[in-house]
């Protein structure tokens, strides 16, 4: 019931969004459509980000929700882990 509310308060936060948007080829789920499995992805992400809405460059991987889940671990393990560059090096 976390999840359903959180989503809520999003779809509510999406609203104050700019009136202009470009047009893409790629399908974009925007935060108040996603269901299912695509809104549980979001969820995954903002739970681990701490932020409200999830950012259109993660979105576009919205049709694919197994995938975006990847992405989103990747790119976590790659930004926030220490490699060949200290955290402090990537800032």
Not at 24 to 51: L, M, N, Q
Not at 55 to 64: D, E, H, S, V
Not at 65 to 81: K, M, Y
Request: net charge positive; glycine share 8%; aromatic share 8%.
């Amino acid at each position: 019931m976390q999840n359903e509310e959180k989503r809520n308060e999003r779809r509510r936060a999406a609203g104050g969004t700019s009136a202009f948007q470009p047009a893409t080829k790629i399908h974009v789920i925007e935060d108040p459509e996603a269901t299912g499995e695509t809104a549980a992805a979001y969820d995954f992400w903002c739970a681990s980000s701490g932020r409200q809405q999830v950012p259109g460059i993660l979105k576009c991987f919205g049709a694919r929700p197994d995938f975006l889940r990847q992405v989103i671990e990747f790119g976590n393990t790659v930004h926030f882990s220490e490699g060949h560059l200290s955290r402090r090096t990537k800032k």
